[in-house]
């Protein structure tokens, strides 16, 4: 099986920049997803690791050490949009089957 | 556009009933997905399905039926068996070629009382 922990709640400031932590336990791995949730939605896609090291989308990155179990999404320039929820999310090796943290709630205050 | 489709958003129905989801894709994928997510709980996966015919049940299929027919509808069905069905149900699909992002519906909030 594969257990993720994520914070529940994150606060941070309009500009400023936020780093989301994931951790995960899993008997096998192929993949770390990180979606963003806005309330009452469906997830989107913000991005997808599987070997380690960073990696770099416009405002977002994600980083991933598949040896320590560990990801992160960083978020630069917050804008109040940023606001939502974010998912980290794991793939199980030969499997189709997403495993999701309970999500990460981001409030952006100016 | 290509996307996927769930209708409708909101849902109501007296506890006893069965009730089915609809999810389209016209996005040609091979695989599909249920999802539901509880207020501070993460997406729970329901049912999934690889190829047309064919699938498989996730971590909380007890009281959900599904069907896969066509390739671009997977409705599912909440059926009086399910406990605690008020949630939002969350439809997704992906090529099925594996490591791929999945792409998600905008979900249906069942409420049953």
């Known amino acids: 099986g594969q257990n993720i922990d994520q914070p529940t709640e994150m606060t941070a400031t309009e500009g400023a920049i936020v780093q989301i932590n994931c951790t995960y336990q899993t008997s096998g791995f192929n993949g770390l997803f990180w979606y963003q949730q806005h309330a009452g939605e469906a997830p989107t896609f913000l991005s997808y690791?599987?070997?380690?090291g960073l990696e770099e989308k416009g405002r977002f990155s994600s980083f991933l050490s598949r040896s320590k179990g560990y990801s992160y999404l960083l978020l630069k320039e917050l804008q109040m949009k940023d606001s939502a929820s974010y998912l980290c999310?794991?793939?199980?090796?030969?499997?189709?089957?997403?495993?999701f943290g309970k999500g990460t709630k981001l409030s952006v205050i100016p | 556009d290509g996307g996927i489709t769930q209708s409708p958003k909101y849902l109501f129905r007296k506890e006893g009933q069965n009730v089915t989801l609809s999810c389209e894709q016209n996005?040609?994928?091979?695989?599909m997905y249920w999802y539901r997510q509880d207020p501070g709980q993460g997406l729970r996966l329901i049912y999934y399905s690889q190829i047309v015919n064919d699938f498989q049940k996730g971590d909380i299929a007890e009281g959900y039926s599904v069907s896969r027919e066509k390739k671009e509808s997977f409705p599912l069905t909440v059926t009086s068996a399910q406990k605690n069905p008020t949630a939002f149900y969350l439809c997704a699909s992906s090529t099925g070629t594996g490591g791929e992002e999945q792409y998600f519906g905008p979900g249906t909030r069942l409420t049953v009382t």
């Open positions: 999310a794991t793939k199980g090796a030969g499997s189709y089957q997403l495993t």
């Open positions: 690791n599987v070997l380690d």
């Open positions: 996005l040609n994928h091979d695989a």
